[in-house]
């Protein structure tokens, strides 16, 4: 037989599921086709495996816990993990029984061992009234304390204090929020995303649905005196965007070149400014910061304010598990407002002229 490789094996798996004529065999071929290309990209590029036939069970458990260190490190939920093995070995039981490949690999023995169980997920860490509203004082302190002259850093006290509002209060996941470096469709939430008037955020939930959730009170303030600081150039710019200017310098570079311009006149251009001035002038979304990047950031402040549970930081999966019941929800709707400024919130926030930059 000749060779199949694992993507033309998926393109057939999904043609057939998609002509399956039963009720929402479209909507399953959609949503397993981003599954099932992110699990054959991640066999290419971690275990070399292109082949369907070179597959074997070591690449599957390899996989298993693969999803088990991101729902360890907040990016998936339990459940989305389970889901997403289980996609992947309802394909190899097709190929199997297909006869593309002698046996289903994913069905070995203990081989989903290593999958996150739902208390796995939540880390077992839940984030106390106490301890919340301990860090949460003392950002607002922070906040309120910055100096008026110096823009950069009330900028950055009121980031810091909108990043920990917004997790404390909607329950949303680090991965809906920050940027997923291994996910090209988990970039961050962007302003355009925010609806301050309604009152939600628009996420890519773990179903790889967007959803809308409601972003209360204690959220909406920080994040709104946080976007009247930041004045971000564009809807499209991240809620929290990166400060790592390497990867600022290389978005711009990449966003340029795209636009027409020579090297030589980005080079010169990148010699007379900033990256992020130069994002902030042309309109160039940075990249948003990662979800490991999140946590070093809660690492530090939970430091500096001397909160912590258990001995460990607050992590950003803490926080919704410290929220008992789940938080409101419901899918997006196509049309979305972009968020307003008020001009009553101008008086406790300084535009940042000099922009993001660190």
């Known amino acids: 037989m000749p060779d199949v490789s694992v993507a033309d094996a998926v393109d057939a798996y999904l043609r057939r599921t998609a002509v399956g004529g039963s009720e929402g065999s479209g909507a399953y071929a959609s949503n397993a086709g981003s599954i099932l290309g992110r699990w054959a990209g ?18 599957l458990r390899a996989y298993a ?33 297909g006869g593309i490949i002698e046996g289903n690999p994913a069905r070995a023995d203990g081989i989903t061992e290593a999958l996150p169980t739902e208390e796995d997920g939540d880390g077992g860490q839940a984030w106390s009234p106490e301890a919340r509203q301990e860090l949460e004082a003392h950002l607002e302190r922070r906040a309120l304390e910055a100096p008026d002259d110096d823009r950069r850093e009330r900028l950055g006290r009121l980031r810091e204090y909108a990043m920990v509002a917004t997790l404390a209060h909607t329950g949303i996941r680090g991965a809906e929020l920050f940027r997923v470096p291994e996910d090209d469709r988990r970039q961050g939430a962007r302003w355009e995303d925010v609806d301050f008037y309604a ?9 790889g649905r967007h ?16 976007w009247i600081a930041l004045d971000p150039p564009t809807p499209e710019w991240p809620l929290f ?44 979304p940075p990249p948003a910061i990662t979800t490991e990047g999140a946590r070093s950031i809660l690492r530090r402040l939970c430091a500096d304010a001397g909160v912590d549970v258990d001995g460990d930081y607050l992590k950003p999966r803490g926080a919704r598990r410290g929220l008992g019941n789940r938080p409101r929800r419901r899918e997006a709707t196509p049309s979305h407002s972009p968020p307003r400024e008020d001009f009553r919130e101008r008086s406790i926030a300084v535009a940042d002229s000099d922009g993001d930059d660190a």
């Open 42 to 59: 991640w066999l290419e590029d971690e275990r070399g495996v292109t082949s369907i036939f070179a597959l074997e069970e070591s690449d």
């Open 65 to 97: 816990a693969e999803l088990a260190a991101r729902t360890e490190r907040g990016e998936y939920a339990a459940s989305t993990a389970s889901t997403y093995f289980a996609v992947v070995r309802a394909f190899l039981s097709w190929c199997e029984s």
């Open 199 to 207: 009152g939600t955020v628009r996420v890519l939930g773990t179903a």
């Open 211 to 226: 959803e809308e959730v409601v972003l209360p009170a204690p959220a909406r303030t920080p994040l709104r005196r946080y």
């Open 241 to 284: 965007p990166t400060r790592h200017a390497p990867s600022i310098a290389a978005r711009v570079r990449t966003v340029l070149g795209e636009r027409g311009l020579e090297e030589t006149e980005i080079e010169s251009l990148l010699e007379t400014q900033t990256a992020i001035e130069l994002a902030r002038e042309r309109a160039i």
